[in-house]
């Protein structure tokens, strides 16, 4: 198949298409509040109707509610799930898919949301 002058390939017509299909991420939350070598702490909030941007997790993390918001989960790939986050209700969640929250309650939501980082491996942390 031959293209125009200054008209895409093939190859290149993919290329844009999966780009535009493929979001750029954003943070875990609005704020980091805490961190050290062990944990990341980010603040979440959204207010009714709001929602965060698409992004992704490469750790381990805990969502700890302090304002309490029934929320939906949209997964990149498809689907979506509700989740109800009461006051002081823990969460574990492990790293991976590509999701944005949403907020479609009636009530502000607030929460931690503390990043396991990985621990160094013992040889390392011993000078070995």
Known sequence: MTT????PTAAEHESRMLEARTPVLG???QRV???NEHVRVW???LAPGE???WHSHTCPYLVLALQAA????????GGSREVHEPVGGVVYRDPGEVHM?????STPYLSRLVELKAP???EESSGS
């Open 33 to 35: 509040v805490f961190e």
């Open 70 to 77: 029934d929320n939906r989960i949209d997964l990149l790939e």
């Open 51 to 53: 929602s965060q941007t």
């Open 4 to 7: 125009s002058p200054g008209e």
């Open 27 to 29: 943070d875990v939350g």
């Open 120 to 122: 160094e491996k013992a």
């Open 101 to 105: 929250l949403t907020n479609q309650g």
């Open 43 to 45: 603040e979440v909030a």
